[in-house]
């Protein structure tokens, strides 16, 4: 058994679950002799929402293995299992025990990624009349107030403005002061999509066989969450720094060549084609953001890796990744609530099973079950995009996708589904809904090879539920949209329904959202 210490508690370090980095401004100034580290693993941040089993897996696999770096460099760490005995499962009564018990003359947090986190914390604080400091998180590169500055006057922020600006800031893809080949993006080259044939061999992500530790997490979760969805038989994240930067450059080597042109593709049976599975490292901060872009620079200027891939995929991480963590803390906790088009369906269940006649859904509900990964398509344009159209309460959509991948925390998933998915934030993010029929599915994937219904079909028992739902949706909101000028030509399209058309595709809408309520 370790030997403590005898001396105060100078300072409780807290070290969340998303906050997994060594370098982490909550280490600056750490006394070994005098300050502690705290970590703990509580039942109530995996039932919040009801969380994919391999989301609750990489939490605690990653947690531990950091408590067990920190403690091989001679760091105290006051860690609490899910499994002991004398665990509350709740931060707050375990963050609470834990102020109680080392009497600490003050707290130290980086800044949590989650408003009720923050809250939560704050109020066990409050309580025990502890001081708390709240540091920055450097593991990001744009700070709150930068942003705060960005959004100041605006009533549209647009990532494309933003991005811009944190390309300038930070030199990434920049010659002189004119961005690296005379333009800012290459979307027009990032559209590509396969041939009847497919793609052609894809080296599959680096895996990392779980070690003693992580078994010891599966085992764990497995009886402790048995009712949770998802699978962990194909558990293989990384979970240390060092196997997220083999991650990195696995990436960099084998996918990055070709993933500027195929990123918004789909196809069955390929869960990743040529994306790089990063997002979950460094969500836990087991890896610098900037070190990724930087890596991926480097590729473009010396290696095969060309520009409109690697502009694309650092546009991902210096673009969005920034800024919808600007947006949520902008703009919570009123953000949580938003609802532009006043959606009120339920679910439909199958979000929670994959069993659906619709192959698109199948597909990705089944492959997120299985691997708690779908790329960023098929979650805006598959899931997303079928609740949209369907109507689905979003505060509901919302939780499914918190609950369900394992790079999920709320800061980046929240703003991503409100206001890219769902329009619930009325055009603060995305300048229209991302609403489509089942033809972009079928340019976008094979599969509806597999479907019994077909997506040119507006109406009637064979009609695709996605192009039935479109065509429905623009009707449902044609005053709202009207005042968008970028839904223009959509709603001439739907101008040119005749009367009896218009009128086949609503009854053909109300069947489908009566069939999804009653199986909700």
């Known amino acids: 058994m370790r030997k403590r210490t005898s001396k105060p508690v100078r300072n409780l370090v807290l070290v969340l679950g998303d906050q997994l980095d060594a370098d982490s401004a909550a280490f600056d100034g750490f006394d070994r002799g005098a300050d502690v580290a705290w970590m703990g693993e509580v039942e109530s941040e995996a039932r919040h929402v009801r969380s994919h089993k391999a989301r609750i ?26 499994d002991d005995p004398a665990n509350g499962q709740s931060l707050a009564c375990e963050l609470a025990s834990a102020i109680q018990r080392l009497t600490p003359k003050a707290i130290v947090v980086v800044e949590p990624g989650e408003y009720r ?38 009533k549209q922020l647009r990532m494309e403005n933003f991005y811009r600006g944190m390309r300038r800031k930070l030199g990434i893809l920049m010659e002189d002061n ?47 969450f048995p009712d949770h969805p998802g699978s962990l038989a194909n558990f293989d994240w990384p979970v240390t720094p ?96 938003r609802n532009h088009f006043r959606a009120r369906a339920p679910l439909p269940w199958f ?23 779908a790329h960023h398509i098929q979650r805006l344009m598959v899931t997303g995009l079928f609740a949209l159209l369907l109507g689905v309460n979003p505060a509901e959509i919302h939780k499914w996708y918190l609950a369900i991948y394992t790079d999920a925390v709320e800061w980046v998933e929240m703003p991503n589904v409100l206001g890219m998915s769902q329009f619930a934030d009325g055009g603060l993010m995305a300048s229209k809904p991302y609403a489509a029929s089942g033809k972009y599915i079928q340019r976008m994937s094979n599969y509806c090879e597999s479907c019994r219904y077909d997506p040119e079909t507006r109406a009637g028992e064979a009609a695709c539920p996605f192009t039935v739902l479109y065509w429905d949706f623009l009707a449902r909101h044609r005053k709202t949209l009207a005042t968008n000028a970028r839904m223009g030509l959509q709603l001439k399209n739907l101008a040119r329904l005749d009367g009896e058309t218009l009128k086949r595709i609503r009854r053909t809408a109300r069947r489908i959202r009566d069939r999804m309520g009653r199986a909700s």
């Open 178 to 224: 004119s961005p690296a080949g005379g333009r800012w993006n290459f979307d027009a080259e990032n559209r590509g999509v396969f041939g009847k044939g497919g793609p052609d061999r894809i080296a599959a992500p680096r895996s990392f066989p779980p070690d003693r530790t992580t078994r010891e997490v599966l085992k764990l979760v497995r009886g402790r």
């Open 242 to 337: 060092a196997q997220a930067r083999a991650a990195l450059g696995d990436f960099i080597t084998h996918r990055l060549r070709q993933f500027g042109a195929y990123q918004d593709a789909m196809w069955q049976g390929q869960p990743h084609l040529f994306h790089s599975r990063l997002s979950c490292a460094m969500n836990l901060k087991l890896l610098d953001p900037l070190e990724i872009v930087r890596a991926a620079e480097r590729a473009c200027r010396e290696g095969p890796a060309p520009l409109n891939s690697v502009e694309g995929f650092v546009r991902q991480i210096l673009g969005w990744r920034e800024y919808v963590r600007g947006v949520y803390w902008q703009y919570m906790p009123g953000y949580a609530r």
């Open 117 to 154: 986190v923050r809250e939560t914390v704050r109020r066990a604080a409050r309580r025990t009349g502890v001081p708390i400091e709240i540091r920055p998180d450097r593991r990001f590169l744009c700070s709150r107030t930068a942003f705060a500055e960005f959004a100041e006057g605006r």
């Open 57 to 82: 897996a990489v939490f605690l696999s990653a947690m531990r293995h950091f408590r067990d770096a920190l403690r091989r460099n001679g760091i105290r760490v006051e860690y609490r299992s899910l």
């Open 351 to 373: 979000y929670w099973t994959g069993k659906t006649d619709m192959a698109c859904l199948a597909e990705v509900v089944g492959q997120t079950l299985r691997y708690g990964y």
